[in-house]
């Protein structure tokens, strides 16, 4: 079992910047894919980022450039800069990808319980 805590949620003027942390503890390893999701107010979950078990990163079209994903042994980072009010969402971190595309929440094994970001205008 693997749990996932985050943290770094809050609010934010748009054009602002939050950190986003979330830490894995339990029967975690090195190789595991770990991403983040978030889910806007009525809207699916949808991809964010990811940092492969090999170092590689992944965004969402929406986020590149503003984003960046980074991992220190069983912690991911999402830092967020340039923050918009679409970006408005719960995030969740999501771990250890059982194969398929790092973007398809359904491959990810374990999830945590999120981290409210909202964004004004």
């Known amino acids: 079992q693997v749990q996932l805590v985050e943290s770094g949620g809050g609010s934010v003027q748009a054009g602002g910047s939050l950190r986003l942390s979330c830490v894995a503890s339990?029967?975690?390893?090195?190789?595991?894919?770990m991403g983040w999701f978030r889910q806007p107010p009525g809207k699916e979950r949808e991809f964010v980022a990811a940092f492969s078990g090999s170092g590689h990163t992944y965004y969402a079209d929406s986020v590149k450039g503003r984003f960046t994903c980074s991992r220190d042994k069983n912690t991911v980072y999402l830092q967020m800069n340039s923050l918009k009010p679409e970006d408005t969402a719960v995030f969740y971190c999501?771990?250890?990808?059982?194969?398929?595309?790092?973007?398809?929440?359904?491959?990810?094994?374990?999830w945590g319980q999120g981290t409210q970001v909202i964004v004004s205008s």
């Open positions: 339990g029967r975690t390893y090195s190789s595991d894919t």
């Open positions: 999501a771990a250890r990808l059982m194969g398929g595309s790092y973007a398809t929440e359904s491959r990810y094994a374990y």
